[in-house]
């Protein structure tokens, strides 16, 4: 038990983690080496991990770093359609009710063990939001990816939740939409309390948007936006894991799923079939060659245009145009497990949806 005559801590970190063996020994070095004079684990600051019923050797791992309390998640039936919870909210709730009783801090962080944080990020982001008078403060990581097949999709992605989500539009206090990235969200207790937090968004698979829209909507100011200074994170280590973890939520980020589908595959017919089309048809004059030669330039120049959104490296930028075809299978199945199964599998649990 925390030292009850210390002041209250200035920030909680609240970490859940099911089956993060291979990414959150980094997660929780980056975490626990920004203890230092002034601003020292177990004293300015605590962290929690919450274990939410992991089978490999998570808890041990979290269990190895002094000043880290690891919790074990309370159980739920995560199969009725209306248990309240879903696996990651059940846990951060959990772990904030458990600072709230023991500590109560100012500041709530919850992040997710697939990050790593920058050298003294924790201090800075708290700096951050205060000087922006900022109730929540959100960033969007640095994203680590290996392999051809996140190289080429995941600037997709990320391109298009940055043209649906401007991050300038999200911080806007006048503009209504909302978004937040739950690998980092910052949160001030007052107004986590004041919005119900994780428990008033239970159910929702996609829980940050969802906590971000509900913020936003009782006047608070939400700060959003890209910080590879700040954090970074390695989402994926396998392409099946990508699948599985994009089809959770894929189709809930863009209000028009199928329309998207469309757009991207026209990219694709345009930027190699124009090209086709002029070197590939003899009868075409010089003036007509010319003509789809610059509907392909425009065509390139707009595509490449948005994915610069992403913050890609320019190897994986390029590249992204080969992702189209796995981008529209990621939406499809998204679309089909939400709006027709009516289900969503993650991390060896099934959830019902609504």
């Known amino acids: ?26 997660c929780l070095a980056s975490l626990v080496s920004q203890s230092e004079p002034g601003f020292e684990l177990g004293v300015h600051w605590h962290l929690l991990v919450i274990d939410d019923a992991s089978t490999d050797n998570t808890r041990a791992l979290a269990s190895q770093h002094p000043g880290v309390l690891v919790l074990e998640a309370p159980a739920v039936d995560y199969t009725r359609p209306h248990s309240g919870f ?28 697939d990050t790593v944080h920058a050298a003294n990020s924790l201090s800075r982001s708290m700096r951050e939001a205060e000087k922006h008078h900022a109730a929540m403060l959100s ?12 190289r080429t999709v995941m600037p997709l992605i990320f391109s298009e939740l940055a043209s649906v989500y401007p991050p300038h539009k999200v911080s806007s206090p006048t503009d209504k939409l909302a978004a937040a ?46 910080a590879p200074e700040m954090v970074s994170t390695r989402m994926y280590r396998d392409t099946p894991s990508l699948i599985e973890g994009w089809s959770k939520n894929l189709t809930l980020l863009f209000p028009s799923p199928l329309a998207l589908i469309f757009w991207r595959i026209l990219d694709l017919l345009l930027f190699f079939g ?36 992403a913050h890609a490296a320019f190897p994986d930028s390029v590249l992204s145009i ?12 998204s ?14 649990r099934t959830y019902p949806m609504r």
């Open 86 to 113: 879903n696996g990651k909210t059940n846990a951060c709730w959990f772990g904030a009710q458990y600072a709230f009783e023991h500590f109560p801090p100012k500041w709530l962080l919850f992040t997710d063990a």
């Open 1 to 26: 038990m925390p030292d009850t005559t210390q002041p209250a801590p200035e920030l909680v970190v609240i970490l859940p983690a099911r089956n993060e063996q291979e990414s959150l020994p980094s």
């Open 139 to 150: 960033y969007s990581p640095r994203q680590i990816v290996t392999g051809f097949a996140q």
């Open 335 to 348: 679309y089909t497990l939400h709006k027709h199964r009516k289900q969503v599998p993650w991390k060896g």
């Open 274 to 309: 124009l090209p086709a089309i002029a070197l590939g048809l003899p009868f075409l004059i010089l003036w007509q060659r010319e003509v789809i030669g610059v509907l392909w330039i425009r065509t390139v120049f707009r595509f490449y245009n948005r994915i610069a959104r």
């Open 181 to 226: 990235n739950g690998q980092f969200i910052l949160i001030d207790r007052e107004a986590y309390t004041a919005i119900g937090g994780h428990r008033a968004v239970g159910s929702e698979i996609l829980e940050d948007v969802a906590l971000a829209r509900t913020l936003k909507r009782s006047d608070r100011t939400l700060r959003f936006r890209y």
């Open 322 to 333: 080969l992702g189209i075809p796995l981008f529209v299978y990621l939406l499809l199945r």
